[in-house]
């Protein structure tokens, strides 16, 4: 085992000294061209995954003239699996995009009457509810309704609370 991590330090700085061109090689071959732009970000990934290894082994079990080829696959590893992961992500967004267009083009068919039938509802709630609810809608807090009716916030609570199982039965959720 390294005796200490300033021997480490030394010892990882000549690592990659040594293994600059083999690493920036393997990411170069097998990063896919669209993640070019990340190729900081692989290397960084296999030096953090070759001192890991070094802090957990050291460097008894390691020969110094095969440092390159062991750099070169851990690149090209990392590169594929960085590759994957950015595929993974790009295919997400892509679904997540297509929903929120589907769900717009929905929305905006219903919305306005979707917007006619809430205040329908809202207009069929007693007065002291319907007050409460359209302050929260508003975004105010309990005690700023109750500041703003000049009532209990505990009144607040109450009156919302019955405003929102009026709702639920008109609902039936």
Not at 24 to 49: F, G, M, P
Not at 115 to 126: F, I, Q, R
Not at 143 to 166: C, D, F, H, W, Y
């Amino acid at each position: 085992m390294i005796e200490s991590k300033d021997s480490l330090n030394i010892e990882f700085e000549k690592i990659v000294s040594a293994t600059k061109w083999a690493v920036l090689t393997a990411i170069q071959k097998y990063l896919n061209q669209d993640y070019i732009d990340s190729i900081d970000d692989v290397a960084q990934e296999v030096y953090l995954r070759i001192y890991k290894y070094l802090l957990k082994n050291g460097m008894e079990n390691l020969r110094f003239e095969s440092i390159g080829n062991w750099a070169y696959t851990i690149s090209k590893n990392e590169s594929l699996r960085f590759n994957s992961k950015k595929n993974r992500q790009n295919f997400h967004e892509t679904e997540l995009d297509l929903e929120i267009a589907d769900h717009s083009e929905n929305q905006f068919e219903t919305g306005i009457i979707d917007k006619l039938e809430y205040d329908e509802l809202l207009a069929s709630l007693p007065k002291p509810y319907r007050e409460v609810m359209q302050l929260t809608i508003e975004g105010l807090t309990g005690n700023e309704i109750s500041a703003e009716l000049n009532i209990a916030n505990g009144t607040v609570k109450s009156r919302l609370s019955r405003a929102r199982s009026i709702l639920n039965e008109k609902f039936k959720i």
